[in-house]
C-alpha cells in the first residue's frame, strides 16, 4: 500500500534546524484500525528516528493527568474515555524540529477537516474526527519533554505497559 503522505517536511522559517524530540501516540482507533505499521512507515521514510515504543493502557486517572490542559473544555470527560477504551502506542521521535515537523505530519486536529484541507496528512488518512484522530502529538519542545517524561521516566501507577509476544 502506498502512501502518498510520504514527505520529509522542512521548516520554512529559514532558522537553522534543531535536533529534538517529540511523544507521539498512536490512539486507539489507530491501533484498533490496524494502522499502526503504515503510520511507522511514514515516520521513518519522512526522517524521524524512532527511540524508544511501547504499548500502553491508560487508566481513567492517568489519562486525565496526561490531558490536565484540556480538564476546563467540553471534550475533555469524552477524550478522557476514548483514550482509555483500549492501548496505546506511545513513541519517542527525535529529528531536526521534531515538534512541528509531526505536527505537519499528522495535519489537523479534526480529521475529517483534514480529509479536506490536508489529505496527505496521517490523520487524513486514519482518523475519523475530531476525537478519533488516529494520532497525538506534543504542540511545543517544552510539552513534548513533559510528556515523553509522563510516559517513559517514571510512570504513573495507573498506565500499564503491556507485554506482546512475537510469533
Known amino acids: 500500500m502506498t502512501h502518498n503522505c510520504l514527505k520529509v517536511?522542512?521548516?520554512?522559517?529559514?532558522?537553522?534546524a534543531k535536533s529534538e524530540r517529540t511523544l507521539a501516540i498512536i490512539k486507539p482507533d489507530g491501533l484498533f484500525g490496524n494502522h499502526t505499521d503504515a503510520v511507522k512507515k511514514i515516520i521513518l521514510e519522512s526522517g524521524f528516528r524512532i527511540l524508544k515504543e511501547k504499548?500502553?493502557?491508560l487508566d481513567q486517572e492517568s489519562a486525565a493527568?496526561?490531558?490536565a490542559e484540556h480538564s476546563a473544555r467540553s471534550f475533555f470527560h469524552s477524550l478522557v474515555?476514548?483514550?482509555?477504551?483500549?492501548?496505546v502506542l506511545v513513541m519517542v521521535l527525535e529529528k531536526d524540529d521534531a515538534v512541528s515537523s509531526w505536527r505537519t505530519l499528522i495535519g489537523?486536529?479534526?480529521?475529517?477537516?483534514?480529509k479536506i484541507t490536508h489529505p496527505q496528512s496521517i490523520r487524513a488518512m486514519?482518523?475519523?474526527d475530531a476525537e478519533k484522530n488516529c494520532v497525538h502529538g506534543s504542540d511545543s519542545p517544552q510539552s513534548a519533554q513533559r510528556e515523553i517524561s509522563f510516559?517513559?521516566?517514571s510512570?504513573?501507577?495507573g498506565v500499564q505497559a503491556i507485554e506482546h509476544d512475537e510469533l
Open 9 to 16: 517536511y522542512r521548516s520554512s522559517g529559514g532558522g537553522e
Open 126 to 128: 486514519c482518523g475519523t
Open 151 to 153: 510516559f517513559f521516566d
Open 65 to 67: 493527568s496526561f490531558y
Open 108 to 114: 489537523p486536529t479534526d480529521a475529517s477537516k483534514a
Open 155 to 157: 510512570m504513573p501507577s
Open 81 to 87: 474515555q476514548y483514550m482509555t477504551s483500549g492501548p
Open 55 to 57: 504499548i500502553v493502557q
